[in-house]
């Protein structure tokens, strides 16, 4: 660990500081209304008050249930003034989920849009240590004066905006929960510190140095700022950390409520967005269509950021077209390990070779039994990071055990994705081990495979999965939605995919969705995509 001596790097001062540079300036933007620098924070501040006069506290957990929203931004900055932890809560859950997450993440406190009251009802009696809730207006009818819900607005009306909150710590915590794409979602336990310098803008990220001092970005941000879009939910960590990354350095955050591509254009084009963060393909491709299908102005972009989830090649190559002045980027990462490398792509820039990064200076590869992978070209491994990395998982040290190993006494975490060193020093990016496909002994990663399919004109998305094969034991299998409009020539797109990956890679079952399932933030939802094949019957199965 790295610490600096004398200095808060804590969420809650980084943002003050940024307060005090620029009180006037525009902070967050969310359809027809904004609020400055010093509104933000004044609201947070009678917010945070409100909780506190409710027994909320330091080290207390508080549930932020909520689309993106100016309220579910101050919910999680008052959160962090009174030295408690903001919990992303995923406004898609059931109630078996909601409960689960409720109970796991011990929440005292809730914060929640009143579109969710019904379910908010019926989980409280489940979950005996959530005391205190507030209530979001959002134009929906559900009844929270039944369950003694606050409103929110009369909350802060009856408060104070100053900024008189105890002393704070590098040490505070923060907690993201994972999506639960792969199992039951879990919390990652961050430091203040460690997650600013992880993701928040302590390091940059291209040259590996840190920021010397608490106030350098509030600083940097005096001289000028970059408006700034995260177009995926609050629940997902690359949107808080684009959206508080953006605020540390005094710069505007524009939000949609929820992701439609459409309306993020206009956003951009009426607010003169310069900075647009996306995950992946998921978001990128609707964007994509929707720019094609309006009459948009994006000449503001400067730079297009997937976080979390890597662009395909072809996206890559859309996206240079349609914003050329642009730079394009592929920043990876993961709730447990913070950033992990950048890949960069710009107009008259190579941009043909698969999904590759150049790794930050604390990440490394290892082998499968915990020993660093040499540098060199075609050697494959464990993507690893160690440096500023959490302290583990919420309540489960035996869950933690399975991604920290020490090596020679340097702890790394290791969330289980692979990558490939390539001669000329950057990684190639594979993909999750757990949903690698073992096919007669050749392992196949599934990205690497998507890649290849959404690389063809027809194909929109797709999903590669591992099914059983008397023979191999596996065999490659695909869930693909086609382009809107197009033809389901599946031996045309067969024969474009054998051009991009060697044979035993190409899936020999496909099946057709109208849509791929993902999760809110565009990740991709591998038990979906099994249960999708298992209960339809595919438009072609080859034999092995």
């Not at 979950?127 to 607005?153: N, Q």
């Not at 503001?300 to 989830?309: G, L, P, R, T």
């Not at 690893?384 to 035996?398: A, N, S, T």
């Amino acid at each position: 660990m790295f610490y600096f001596e004398d200095v808060a790097l804590n969420i809650a001062d980084l943002l003050e500081h940024a307060v005090d540079a620029v009180p006037e300036r525009v902070a967050v933007v969310c359809g027809d209304r904004r609020v400055t620098f010093a509104e933000l924070e004044a609201r947070a501040n009678r917010l945070a008050h409100h909780l506190a006069a409710h027994g909320v506290g330091r080290g207390s957990h508080i549930g932020v249930y909520s689309r993106n929203s100016i309220e579910a931004l101050e919910a999680m900055i008052a959160a962090y003034k009174l030295r408690a932890i903001a919990v992303n809560v995923n406004y898609r859950y059931v109630h078996g989920e909601l409960v689960y997450l409720f109970n796991d993440a011990d929440l005292a406190a809730l914060v929640h849009e009143r579109s969710y009251a019904d379910k908010v009802r019926a989980v409280l009696p489940e979950a005996p240590k959530l005391k205190h809730v507030v209530v979001v207006e959002d134009g929906s009818d559900g009844d929270f004066e039944s369950y003694g819900g606050v409103e929110y607005e009369a909350a802060l009306e009856a408060q104070s905006p100053q900024r008189d909150f105890a002393e704070r710590s590098n040490d505070d915590l923060y907690i993201l929960y994972t999506g639960g794409t792969t199992g039951y979602p879990k919390g990652v336990l961050w430091r203040h510190e460690d997650i600013w310098r992880a993701l928040g803008g302590g390091i940059n990220f291209v040259t590996g140095e840190y920021v010397p001092d608490e106030w350098t970005l509030a600083e940097q941000g005096k001289a000028g700022s970059l408006t700034r879009l995260p177009a995926a939910p609050l629940i997902h960590g690359a949107a808080q950390w684009a959206a508080f990354g953006a605020l540390f350095t005094g710069s505007p955050v524009v939000f949609v409520p929820r992701f439609d591509a459409h309306e993020i254009w206009r956003a951009v084009q009426e607010h003169k967005v310069q900075v647009l963060t996306i995950v992946g393909d998921a978001m990128a491709r609707p964007l994509i269509e929707a720019f094609r299908e309006g009459d948009y102005d994006a000449s503001s972009i400067v730079a297009v950021s997937s976080h979390a989830a890597l662009f395909s090649q072809s996206v890559k190559q859309e996206f240079v077209e349609l914003v050329p002045n642009a730079v394009i980027t592929d920043a990876i990462g993961s709730s447990e390990s913070g950033f992990t490398g950048i890949g960069m792509v710009a107009k008259g820039s190579d941009h043909s070779a698969g999904p590759r990064v150049n790794f930050g200076k604390d990440a490394i590869l290892l082998d499968d039994d915990g020993h660093l992978v040499e540098p060199k070209a075609g050697a494959i491994g464990l993507i690893g990071r160690r440096g500023h990395v959490p302290l583990g998982y919420y309540g489960d040290p035996e869950k933690s055990k399975t991604i920290f190993v020490d090596i020679e006494g340097v702890r790394y975490v290791v969330p289980g994705d692979y990558a490939r060193y390539e001669e000329d020093g950057t990684v190639t990016l594979l993909g999750r081990g757990s949903q690698c496909v073992n096919t007669g002994g050749e392992k196949v990663y599934p990205e690497e495979v998507e890649g290849a399919l959404k690389s063809h004109p027809d194909v929109f998305d797709a999903l590669v999965i591992g099914i059983p094969d008397e023979r191999t034991g596996q065999r490659v299998a695909a869930v693909v939605q086609l382009r809107e409009g197009a033809e389901a020539d599946l031996d045309g797109i067969e024969q474009h995919v054998r051009g991009e990956i060697a044979g035993y890679k190409v899936p020999r079952t496909v099946w057709l969705a109208d849509e791929i399932g993902r999760s809110p933030s565009g990740k991709p939802d591998y038990p979906w995509a099994q249960r999708y094949a298992a209960g339809h019957e595919p438009a072609t199965a080859q034999p092995v």
